[in-house]
């Protein structure tokens, strides 16, 4: 198992990677305004992961699928589609440079924190263009927010770096390379300014609880040991930096959509 798969932190995953019902719903009604689900009914949704956005998506009358390639994420997600019984959200196993389904079969498809985990992410563009029909869209989500501080994360990777770590480039970082790439593919791209938006506070404790655990992949591409010594240098930073552990600190959440479209 590759270092950054999900597999080892799928139970953890959803806790830390908040959205905002509201926020997402307001986003979500302004999406479906452009693009209705009775002409784009069909809707990819690539590294579904838990279902995070899929389920908020079916909610908006769109009918989903979603694909990824770990095994435990997919197996959070059904956990949760039982719960909730939505039967226009299904999931299967699949690498989104191989994806198994016809050309044009999708009206829209859209991707959350995906790109960088993967190294062909261009050929996953690629598929993604395939499977979607000409006249569709691409929509490249982006959240932020969550049960970290951004301070203690650059502290880390800061350590890291001091022990001689640095994290490995996986994917596409930047989000104007990959738009870049889909323009390049004959889509035409639109960048979009509107952020839909939350403010959450988050404790000094919970942030490093959630580290500790290796729940974010730049905990993980070092080795254990080496982790273990950047938390006990992390709880020492933060003490002095950002008081006691039950001290909170403002964290912006924030969910946006850059739009690419199928030529017809
Ligand atoms: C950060 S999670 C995002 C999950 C979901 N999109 C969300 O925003 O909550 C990244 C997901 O991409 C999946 N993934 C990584 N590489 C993949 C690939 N080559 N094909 C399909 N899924 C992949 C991971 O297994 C994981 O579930």
């Known amino acids: 198992m590759p270092w ?16 905002d019902v509201r926020a997402i719903d307001r986003a979500l009604t302004a999406l479906t305004r452009e693009f209705p689900p009775h002409r ?14 899929a389920f908020p998506f079916a909610r908006h009358g ?18 949760r589609r039982a ?3 939505r039967r226009a959200v299904g999931a299967l196993r699949a690498d989104a440079t191989r994806m198994p389904f016809r050309d044009g079969a999708f009206d829209m498809a859209y991707w959350v924190h995906v790109l960088h985990l993967v ?17 569709g869209v691409l929509v490249y989500a982006r959240t932020e927010g969550g049960r970290d501080i951004d301070e203690l994360a650059a502290e880390y990777l800061r350590i890291l770096r001091s022990l001689g ?20 593919l004959g889509c035409e791209v639109e960048r979009r300014r509107v952020r839909w938006e939350w403010e959450e506070r988050v404790s000094v404790g919970e942030a490093l609880h959630y580290h500790s655990l290796r729940t974010y992949s730049m905990n993980r591409f070092a080795p254990l040991e080496v982790h273990r010594e950047a938390m006990r240098r992390l709880r020492t930073w933060a003490a002095r930096e950002l ?3 039950n001290r909170r600190y403002p964290v912006m959440g924030a969910v946006a959509f850059d739009l690419a479209w199928i030529p017809r």
């Open 119 to 135: 190294p062909q992410w261009r050929r996953a563009l690629d598929e993604a263009v395939r499977v979607t029909r000409p006249g």
């Open 40 to 53: 784009f009914r069909e809707v990819l949704d690539v590294g579904i992961g838990t279902g995070r956005l």
């Open 83 to 85: 719960r909730r019984d």
């Open 4 to 19: 950054y798969s999900f597999d080892p932190i799928a139970d953890t995953y959803d806790a830390t990677r908040t959205l």
């Open 243 to 245: 008081g006691p552990r």
């Open 62 to 79: 769109y009918r989903v699928v979603g694909i990824d390639i770990s095994t435990r994420m997919l197996e959070r997600f059904r956990r």
């Open 165 to 184: 770590y640095r994290r490995p480039r996986l994917g596409a970082r930047r989000q104007e390379t990959v738009l870049r790439y889909l323009g390049s």
